[in-house]
């Protein structure tokens, strides 16, 4: 973290430095504007901390030198009591916050901890832009630590011709981590099949993985290979294994351990040479511990195991997979759609994500359906990604004074702009100043 501090008063740029430098940032201090011009101009920094009247070149005059330089570079600007009028006069031109003298550094820390966040969210937003080219579909997606295991344990698994149980939430890629598998085991030239154990009855979900003989039962009128069968020398997976019923892990345990299974009706053995890898988006420890899932089959399946973890763990990977699956559905829909609104991305990187990777993949299909511009904005995502920030609030309201409803609103709209006054002001449709008065008249009454 690289932080610019540009202040003529030596004993505050001084405590600055240290405060900064013992938080680990890189800093580098200057005493005038001249010098932090120049080294604006050769050097890359994340946030920059300018004081707001000095000699010849303004704390002002340094904000539109960074924004000439990065648009979108943080900017906090330190001001006197004197000068609150001129702050929010820089802040109506792109300064993220203004901290007024004299002021607690723990404070300017925490502000400026949150404009490196921010800016960090809009270099992510930059990179994913440039480099949704080189993503595959076939890919599991996503660089965050969490997801960097999941590829390592992949890696480490795929050659090996062993069972593998993959956990997770409903969404999360369970299918797609399995395929990869496949893709990189020894077995990858031949077929990969799946079936979803939860969407079929009992008989019909026998029917599928063991095929049966013409006659066996009502409707039988040929004979039918399983996907036993069907998947010879390849691999199959099988999804929802959790809602498997007794009497099918019995056979299942069975075909693991013997490598045999016999037809519906049938009476001769097959062989099978198939490598199972299952899924279940239950925990199976407690399924056994409860009863509802045989013991010695989950051992059986989990030779090997990997825990897919949700969205919500994981929000690094958001502007990854948001940018793959803008790429994929601005293609398919033949709009041109080449990037996400800084502010879209906020509310994308904010929300919960309860249906993980599978739900962010339809609100970005729906929002390039319903985006009218080049960029993805706000608008039109879906209302419960949209409203997320403060949604949900609305019909927990209750009836207050107004003068409790505005702090209420102002509050909302800290949060959703991320601490950015300016930003805060524009969204609740009042000037920076106005905000300003009202706020320091909240402190007030709470004092």
């Not at 969205?311 to 080449?338: G, M, N, P, Q, V």
């Amino acid at each position: 973290m690289k932080l610019l501090i540009v202040d003529d008063d030596l004993r505050q740029r001084e405590l600055l430095e240290e405060v900064f430098s013992s938080q680990g940032f890189e800093v580098i201090a200057c005493s005038n504007g001249r010098d932090a011009l120049l080294y604006l101009e050769n050097d890359g920094f994340d946030t920059v901390i300018t004081d707001l009247k000095m000699p010849h070149i303004s704390g002002t005059e340094v904000l539109k030198a960074c924004h000439r330089r990065d648009r979108e570079l943080p900017v906090i600007i330190i001001t006197g009591h004197g000068t609150v009028d001129s702050a929010t006069e820089a802040m109506k031109i792109g300064a993220y916050d203004y901290i007024q003298k004299p002021f607690d550094p723990e404070e300017l820390f925490l502000v400026t901890q949150k404009a490196i966040d921010h800016f960090r969210l809009i270099k992510k937003n930059r990179e994913m832009a440039a480099a949704i080219v080189t993503m595959q579909a076939s890919d599991v997606i996503g660089s965050s630590q969490a997801m960097m295991a999941v590829k390592a344990t992949i890696e480490q698994v795929a050659p090996l011709d062993v069972s593998v149980l993959i956990q997770g939430e409903t969404g999360t890629g369970k299918e797609l981590a399995a395929r990869l598998i496949h893709r990189a085991s020894k077995r990858s030239e031949e077929r990969f099949l799946a079936i979803n154990c939860g969407a079929l009855n009992e008989s019909l979900l026998e029917s599928e993985l063991f095929g049966h003989e013409k006659g066996s039962f009502t409707g039988a009128d040929k004979e039918k290979k399983g996907l036993f069968e069907l998947a010879a020398g390849g691999t199959l997976f099988l999804d929802e294994i959790n809602s498997m019923s007794p009497a099918l892990q019995v056979k299942l345990l069975r075909v693991l351990q013997e490598k045999t299974f016999m037809r519906v009706g049938g009476s001769k053995e097959l062989l099978t040479d198939v490598r199972v890898i299952s899924a279940s988006n239950a925990d199976l420890k407690i399924e056994v511990k409860e009863g509802n899932f045989r013991a010695d089959l989950y051992y059986r399946l989990n030779v090997m195991d990997i825990t897919m973890p949700p969205l919500r763990e994981r929000k690094d990977d958001i502007a990854e997979l948001a940018y793959f699956f803008l790429r994929k559905y601005s293609a398919k829909y033949e709009k041109e759609i080449t990037s996400i609104g800084t502010r879209a991305m906020t509310l994308l990187s904010s929300y919960g994500w309860p249906g993980n990777v599978r739900e962010l993949e339809n609100s970005i299909s729906r929002a390039v359906i319903m985006g009218q511009e080049h960029s993805l904005q706000p608008e039109s995502l879906p209302a419960e990604v949209s409203e997320s920030c403060h949604g949900s609030m609305v019909s927990e309201i209750p009836l207050m004074p107004l003068g409790e409803m505005e702090k209420l609103m102002i509050d909302r709209a800290l949060i959703q702009t991320n601490g950015n006054k300016a930003k805060a002001a524009q969204l609740l449709g009042i000037d920076a100043s106005t905000l300003w008065r009202k706020m320091k008249s909240f402190e007030a009454k709470t004092v």
